[in-house]
């Protein structure tokens, strides 16, 4: 049975989907943690950019203005703007020229450019800052032709209303965001898929207790009661389901063996007496000769007999309508048991000028208890057999569709009593004109019942009786069956 | 044949010890376990019969204890119990056998008989059967009385057989269903008797001496002598 279930893909499990949902939890939540991250840390480079752009420009600004303005204004200047372009913070060792990533202008008052440090010859570094404008102390982005990063820029005015600019690229800063967001990114991989993997292989442990339970539970339902489901160490909530569906196993079966013992106990205070009574009968049988005094011993004896038979008949009905029959199943090959039956009572009938004809599929074979299975034919066959008018046919079929055998009994006498046709398969009904004890279809239906099957009796168009009994093909389908009802549910 | 019957019940003790008596068995009872204990140890029995529901021990523990003891005769056990315990099917297995009570006396007769018979070296089967002017060829499936051939079916040419190798003994109706069609069941209607008469009006011709013999309320009788 378990092959049956390992069977279906594992995209379609419980265990895939949970660990599908909660790996798409997961991972939601970390990117939504790093994009806050990523944020913070950006804000903080930048901070820490501009801090350091806004000391340099101003250390720049006091130098400048202090410098008086002769031949050396140049030089000193530049000096001290190089030596601060070497401080740059974050700075990369990749870029080969220093300069590059940093320049320094400053402008007159009238929008020219004097002094100029940095890569290159600062035109399009000026053109991008005359075209930008400047918020004091606070630096500005700007976007510089020929450099695909944008420069972060501080500005400063000097008392003669010349202007001093120091950039500062964010071509480092944005490889360390790059590379942040690049380890990151692995690194997100690499723990989404771990914790799929061990989330899905958890569930799929727990899960495999949960329908192992489920296995044992439908076992139980259609075996015996002393199986348990499986209960694991650890108490969790699949291991106390187990040992609450386990508690509830202990209590049925205590139960059920009380039953077992009052209907053995009374059974067994019934069979020594009528054993006693029917050995006595037959003793007192052999001594006689006489055949009208046999006559009443025998048929004491015959009633003794079919009191017996009531005995089992309603201890089993008892036991089956608590679904406490025990079974003996073995296979069992109904076409063949049904041409037997029908061979054992065709003369029966034949006598009562009965017809009876067969239908039946070959090699049908039922997992049942023989026994029980022989008395229920026989009491359908007895039926007919005591309560059809001369002329009438019996037709017995066996059909196969599917996992279930369906065996049907059909007459075209005069029907069921529509009174009882309802309840006909309760305990001591029958009809007004019945000589039966009532007690056949209910033995019927419990034996059938006890086989995971049902009986139906009805009254077809245009006459006639017709009770049809479909059992299950084998339990291990009947237990397939349960399997899956449990899983739908 | 020495015969050990241990079983509680005085009624059915009294009985029984009569019936198996007339059918030729030297009957020693026990009414428990202690005393079969005790008998079993001191003489020798051919065969014994033990209820399961005795006043001290469980029949199935006797009967295991006896073997351990050394005991090697076959044992019918008796059981009022509805359903056939499992150990009683592994008892069974190994050579024993089973009734439920009530049983016809017959019945208990036949299982003894071939308990008996399973315990005695095997001899070489038989291919025909006689009784008296009845000959069955089992070989060929054929049955002639008198020289004349019957034209029977194969469901009537088991039940004879079945009637023929138990001649002189009554056999029931439920041996019957047992043997001939491999059911234990017990049907309200009359369907073995039918299946006897028929046979019987191929058998027991008319003018021929009547083989096949009704034993009201216990079953039938093919006539050996």
């Known amino acids: ?489 | 044949m020495r015969l050990l019957l241990v079983e509680d019940e005085a009624d059915i003790q009294s009985f029984l010890q009569r019936s198996l008596e007339e059918a030729g068995y030297e009957v020693e009872v026990a009414p428990d376990a202690r005393t079969a204990e005790r008998l079993a140890a001191d003489k020798q029995f051919d065969i014994l019969i033990v209820d399961l529901g005795l006043p001290d021990r469980d029949g199935i523990s006797l009967i295991l204890r006896l073997r351990e003891l050394g005991m090697r005769a076959p044992v019918l056990i008796l059981s009022a119990r509805r359903s056939v315990d499992d150990r009683v099917r592994g008892l069974e297995q190994g050579g024993d056998d089973y009734l439920t009570k009530p049983f016809a006396l017959a019945e208990l007769l036949a299982r003894l008989r071939n308990l008996l018979k399973r315990n005695s070296p095997v001899q070489g089967e038989a291919t025909r059967l006689h009784v008296q002017d009845l000959e069955l060829d089992l070989l060929r499936r054929e049955a002639s009385r008198g020289g004349q051939v019957l034209q029977l079916t194969q469901q009537e040419f088991v039940l004879l057989e079945y009637l023929c190798r138990n001649a002189g003994r009554v056999v029931t109706r439920s041996m019957i269903l047992d043997k001939v069609w491999g059911m234990r069941i017990v049907p309200d209607t009359n369907v073995v008797d039918v299946h006897i008469y028929r046979l019987r009006g191929k058998v027991d011709g008319a003018g021929q001496h009547p083989l096949i013999k009704t034993m009201r309320g216990v079953g039938y009788v093919l006539k050996d002598r």
């Open chain 1, 1 to 489: 049975m378990s092959s049956k279930i390992d069977k279906k893909p594992p995209i379609r499990s419980a265990a895939w989907r949970i660990s599908f949902l909660a790996t798409i939890a997961f991972a939601c939540g970390t990117l939504v943690i790093f994009v806050f991250l990523h944020e913070l840390v950006s804000n903080d480079i930048q901070r820490r950019t501009d801090t350091w752009l806004s000391g340099e420009v101003e250390v720049l600004g006091d130098v400048a203005a202090r410098t008086p303005r002769n031949a050396l204004y140049g030089r000193v200047v530049r000096e001290i703007a190089e030596l601060a372009t070497r401080e740059v913070p974050n700075k990369s060792t990749s870029t080969g020229n220093a300069n590059d990533s940093v320049f320094f202008l400053q402008t007159s008052a009238q929008q020219q450019s004097q002094l100029w440090v940095g890569a290159g010859n600062g035109e399009a570094d000026f053109e991008a800052i005359k075209a930008t404008k400047f918020r004091p102390d606070t630096p500005t982005d700007v976007r510089v032709s020929g450099f695909p990063v944008p420069f972060r820029v501080a500005c400063l005015q000097l008392g003669d209303g010349s202007h001093i600019y120091l950039g500062l690229s964010e071509r480092d800063e944005l490889r360390v965001l790059r590379k942040l967001r690049l380890r990151f990114f692995l690194l997100w991989l690499l723990v989404v898929f771990l914790g799929f993997g061990i989330v899905f292989l958890v569930t799929r442990r727990m899960l495999s207790h949960v329908r192992r339970i489920t296995e044992a539970a439908s076992r139980i339902g259609h075996s015996d009661l002393t199986e348990r489901v499986p209960a694991t160490q650890r108490n969790d909530e699949v291991s106390q389901l187990a040992h609450t569906l386990n508690t509830m196993l202990d209590r049925i079966e205590s139960s059920m063996r009380q039953l077992h013992t009052i209907t053995d106990a009374l059974a067994h205070d019934l069979r020594s007496p009528l054993t006693a009574i029917r050995g006595k009968l037959e003793m007192s049988l052999s001594t006689t000769d006489n055949d009208e005094q046999t006559e009443p011993i025998v048929s004491a004896i015959e009633e003794l007999d079919q009191l017996t038979d009531f005995l089992n008949k309603s201890l089993d009905v008892a036991e089956a309508r608590a679904d406490a029959l025990r079974l003996t199943r073995t296979e069992i090959n109904l076409s063949r048991l049904v041409e037997t039956m029908v061979d054992l009572y065709e003369p029966s009938m034949a006598e009562r000028g009965i017809r009876i004809r067969v239908s039946r599929e070959n090699g049908v074979m039922v997992n049942g208890d023989e026994g029980l299975i022989h008395r229920m034919i026989a009491n359908l066959l007895d039926n007919e057999l005591k309560h059809l008018a001369p002329g009438s046919n019996v037709g017995v079929s066996l059909k196969c569709s599917g996992d279930i055998v369906s065996l049907t009994f059909e007459d075209n006498g005069k029907g069921f009593d529509p009174e009882v046709l309802e309840h006909i398969f309760v305990r001591r009904v029958k009809g007004k004109t019945s000589t039966g004890h009532g007690l056949g279809l209910a033995f019927v239906d419990a034996v059938v019942r006890a086989h995971g099957g049902t009986v139906e009796a009805i009254n077809p168009e245009p006459g006639g009786a017709r009770i049809t009994i479909s059992l299950p093909l084998t339990p291990e389908e009947a237990r397939h069956q349960v399997t899956t009802a449990v899983r739908a549910a």
